[in-house]
């Protein structure tokens, strides 16, 4: 769009062209590709809110928009900013935001989409949420009686997982702000028939992260959940739309020394270097995030699994499974398995010792190694070595 045509625009009243486009602000400047600068008049940016211009909260919230309430709190979306409470969502999933907006009409919620100037980006940047005067909702929760249902479980986990869980590889992974809520939610998909584990990649503390155990607690879940998820726009092809495959490689580095156990050279004497890791996950892009995994998460599972334990250590001595052999392909082996738990995509490890020695590994699929358990090259030593009958015959002479 040019400069002439938006003056043309503004002539016939930009809010009257949008409404026949049927488009927010935001989505326009991004179908057309124009700043909201130019968009925004002066006197809509940093618009204050008034406690007034908001419907008061129906006597008894139904079961629907306290169900929907509990997983949006399950997630940590909702919050308090001064005499408010708000929802944030994104301008790719306005509707599922407007989905939200008709599920928690008992509460008084309003939708806003605010313009500020960002001094840190130098731009005026939008923010699209569904706000409430917060006395709405203590004043529902101060009810002693109410002659509703309890919220309906499913109905607020399939809110939950519309809004913030993830699908990798087939499996589904469910961040909780509360690791008291995720365990109380993990016991009842118990009681259902659904496994899932806790994966140490809380991505705050007081959190957790649930991943569904198996494929079929995958499947299991989402057929649980579809009929909620079919109601809610853009939720199930979030995890079921046909999306192009990637692969993603995160590099990190780590110092550590080690020794080869009768190496011929100079490898048996202690010495140490700089290792680079290349962590490559493939897998669909997620079509509202555009992302296949997200490289914070990635740079954090393997912080914690692989970084934390072997920068400055020792290799022999930071794990057992390699005080005998610390060979880069001892080290991809064992690295593998710390990590397909957390990156089910895994699809190759590439670990450099040296700029001119490295080695590429690609290891078991996560239901492999959920099969046959961990590969027996690491386990030697923890074996029932010293029962073999050569070593009796030897203590005989």
Not at 273 to 290: E, H, I, Q
């Given at each position: 769009m040019t400069m002439q045509d938006m003056g043309e625009v503004r002539s016939v009243g930009l809010e009257q062209w949008l409404d026949a486009e049927g488009l927010t602000l935001q989505e326009y400047a991004i179908r057309h590709h124009v700043p909201l600068d130019l968009l925004v008049e002066r006197n809509d940016l940093n618009r204050p809110d008034r406690i007034s211009d908001y419907p008061p909260p129906s006597h008894y919230p139904g079961e629907?928009?306290?169900?929907?309430?509990?997983?949006?709190?399950?997630?940590?979306?909702?919050?308090?900013?001064?005499?408010?409470?708000?929802?944030?969502?994104?301008?790719?999933?306005?509707?599922?935001?407007?989905?939200?907006?008709?599920?928690?009409?008992?509460?008084?919620?309003?939708?806003?989409q605010e313009y500020r100037y960002s001094d840190r980006s130098h731009r005026v940047v939008a923010h699209n949420r569904l706000k409430a005067p917060k006395s709405n909702l203590s004043l529902l929760d101060a009810v002693p009686h109410c002659p509703v249902p309890p919220p309906d479980f499913w109905l607020a986990l399939?809110?939950?997982?519309?809004?913030?869980?993830?699908?990798?590889?087939?499996?589904?992974?469910?961040?909780?702000?509360?690791?008291?809520?995720?365990?109380?939610?993990?016991?009842?998909?118990?009681?259902?028939?659904?496994?899932?584990?806790?994966?140490?990649?809380?991505?705050?503390p007081g959190g957790a992260l649930l991943r569904t155990h198996a494929l079929a607690d995958t499947q299991c879940l989402l057929d649980r959940l579809r009929p909620h998820l079919s109601a809610m726009p853009g939720a199930l092809e979030r995890f079921e739309q046909e999306t192009p495959t990637l692969t993603v490689c995160k590099n990190l580095v780590f110092d550590s020394a080690h020794f080869i156990t009768d190496h011929p050279a100079k490898c048996s004497n202690l010495?140490?270097?700089?290792?680079?890791?290349?962590?490559?996950?493939?897998?669909?892009?997620?079509?509202?995030?555009?992302?296949?995994?997200?490289?914070?998460?990635?740079?954090?599972?393997?912080?914690?699994?692989?970084?934390?334990?072997?920068?400055?250590?020792?290799?022999?001595?930071a794990a057992s499974e390699l005080a005998w052999r610390s060979s880069t392909e001892m080290l991809c082996?064992?690295?593998?398995?710390?990590?397909?738990?957390?990156?089910?995509?895994?699809?190759?490890?590439?670990?450099?010792?040296?700029?001119?020695?490295?080695?590429?590994?690609?290891?078991?699929s996560l239901a492999d190694f959920q099969r046959d358990g961990s590969d027996p090259v690491l386990t030697h030593f923890q074996r029932q070595i010293g029962a073999s009958s050569w070593r009796a015959s030897v203590a005989a002479i």
């Open positions: 629907r928009a306290r169900a929907v309430l509990r997983g949006l709190g399950w997630a940590g979306l909702l919050r308090e900013e001064g005499d408010f409470s708000v929802l944030p969502g994104e301008v790719r999933r306005l509707d599922l935001l407007f989905w939200n907006l008709d599920a928690l009409s008992d509460y008084g919620f309003r939708f806003r399939a809110t939950f997982v519309a809004h913030v869980a993830e699908w990798h590889a087939g499996y589904l992974f469910m961040p909780f702000q509360q690791a008291s809520q995720a365990h109380w939610v993990a016991v009842e998909l118990e009681r259902q028939g659904i496994t899932v584990i806790e994966l140490d990649a809380a991505d705050q010495h140490g270097g700089r290792y680079a890791l290349n962590v490559k996950v493939r897998g669909r892009m997620d079509p509202v995030t555009g992302c296949v995994i997200d490289y914070g998460y990635l740079k954090r599972v393997v912080g914690r699994r692989v970084i934390e334990r072997f920068d400055h250590a020792t290799l022999n001595y082996v064992f690295i593998w398995e710390q990590l397909i738990d957390y990156l089910p995509g895994l699809v190759e490890l590439e670990l450099h010792e040296t700029t001119q020695s490295w080695c590429n590994y690609s290891g078991p």
